[in-house]
Structure formats: structure tokens, C-alpha cells
Nanobody, 123 residues
Framework: QVQLVESGGGLVQAGGSLRLSCAAS????????MGWFRQAPGKEREFVAA????????LYADSVKGRFTISRDNAKNMVYLQMNSLKPEDTAVYYC????????????????WGQGTQVTVSS
């Protein structure tokens, strides 16, 4: 059973930074791409970033490109999202995500989700 556990959310002022972490367990971590999604109040869940199995390929939503960086540590079964220059519109619950079978990195959601971590950016 794949488990994803996010941490690192919190309250930060606009222009600040946060680093989200996601601990994965239950299968060979390095065999699958990983991603981050977010959901703001009253809005649909949206793609934020994704990273390939080796970390060579990284995909970003246009809204976060240049401000957020996704990375992974396959030795620790961890994926990270470094968020810089945060804006109030980045306020959302952030979810770690992966798929049960897909091995190619993509912007679409997989079927495993973490419980989410709240990020609030004040103006």
C-alpha cells in the first residue's frame, strides 16, 4: 500500500518561502514519477509540479515557474517542493501525488494522494 505524507506547510508573508516535504512508502520509490498539486478554497485541484524518476525532467505550472522547485531524494524516499516569492494566490492545500502504474512524468494526476498540507500566504 503506497502512503504519502506531506509536511512543511504553514503561514508565511507574501514574498516569503516554504519548503514542503513528502515522505513516500510502500513500494520502490525511485521507479515512479512524483508530483505536487494544490487546491484553493472553492477551486478545483490543480497541477503544480512533477518530477521524473531520476529527477532529470521537471514540469511546472506556468503560475509557479521560476518561483517553485521540485526535487527528490531517492535514497530517502522523499520529494520536496521549494516555494519562493510566495504570493497570496498560492494559498491552498498542497498534495503529494503519484500513480499506481505510470512511469512517465506528466501533468496529470495519479491515483495516490497524501492528506495534504495547508499553505497560507498573507498579503
Amino acid at each position: 500500500q503506497v502512503q504519502l505524507v506531506e509536511s512543511g506547510g504553514g503561514l508565511v508573508q507574501a514574498g516569503g518561502s516554504l519548503r514542503l516535504s513528502c515522505a513516500a512508502s510502500g513500494r520502490t520509490f525511485s521507479s515512479y514519477p512524483m508530483g505536487w498539486f494544490r487546491q484553493a478554497p472553492g477551486k478545483e485541484r490543480e497541477f503544480v509540479a512533477a518530477i521524473s524518476r531520476t529527477g532529470v525532467t521537471r514540469l511546472y505550472a506556468d503560475s509557479v515557474k521560476g518561483r517553485f522547485t521540485i526535487s527528490r531524494d531517492n535514497a530517502k524516499n522523499m520529494v520536496y517542493l521549494q516555494m519562493n516569492s510566495l504570493k497570496p494566490e498560492d494559498t491552498a492545500v498542497y498534495y503529494c501525488n503519484t500513480d499506481s502504474t505510470r512511469v512517465v512524468v506528466a501533468r496529470t494526476a495519479g491515483d495516490y494522494w497524501g492528506q495534504g498540507t495547508q499553505v497560507t500566504v498573507s498579503s
